[in-house]
C-alpha cells in the first residue's frame, strides 16, 4: 500500500509561483508512474501532469504547458510540481497520484493510489 502526501499549497497572487511536492511511503517508487490532478468547486477532477516511472517521459494538460513542470527523485522517494504564471483559473485542490506501470498516463482511471490533495488558492 503506497501513501501520498503533498505539500505547498497556498495562497498567492496572479502572476506568482508556488512548488506542489508529494512525498510517497510504503513500496517501492521507483516502479510507479506519478501524475498530478486537480479539482475545482463545482467541477470535475482534470490531468494537469504525469511522469513516467524512470523520469524520462512527462505529459501535460495544454492548461499548464509553459508554466508547470514535474519532475522527481526517485531516491528521495518525491515528485515536484513548480507552478509559475499561476491564474485564478488554476485555484483547485491538487491531488497525487501513484500508478504501478512505467508510462505517464493521463487518465486519472490509472492511478492507483491517491494523496489527500492540497489547496492552491490564486487570486486575482
Known amino acids: 500500500q503506497v501513501q501520498l502526501v503533498e505539500s505547498g499549497g497556498g495562497l498567492v497572487q496572479a502572476g506568482g509561483s508556488l512548488r506542489l511536492s508529494c512525498a510517497a511511503s510504503?513500496?517501492?517508487?521507483?516502479?510507479?508512474?506519478m501524475g498530478w490532478f486537480r479539482q475545482a468547486p463545482g467541477k470535475e477532477r482534470e490531468f494537469v501532469a504525469a511522469?513516467?516511472?524512470?523520469?524520462?517521459?512527462?505529459n501535460y494538460a495544454d492548461s499548464v504547458k509553459g508554466r508547470f513542470t514535474i519532475s522527481r527523485d526517485n531516491a528521495k522517494n518525491t515528485i515536484y510540481l513548480p507552478m509559475n504564471s499561476l491564474k485564478p483559473e488554476d485555484t483547485a485542490v491538487y491531488y497525487c497520484?501513484?500508478?504501478?506501470?512505467?508510462?505517464?498516463?493521463?487518465?486519472?482511471?490509472?492511478?492507483?493510489?491517491w494523496g489527500q490533495g492540497t489547496q492552491v488558492t490564486v487570486s486575482s
Open positions: 511522469i513516467s516511472r524512470n523520469g524520462g517521459s512527462r
Open positions: 497520484a501513484a500508478r504501478r506501470g512505467i508510462y505517464a498516463d493521463v487518465k486519472g482511471s490509472a492511478y492507483d493510489y
Open positions: 510504503g513500496g517501492t517508487f521507483s516502479n510507479y508512474a
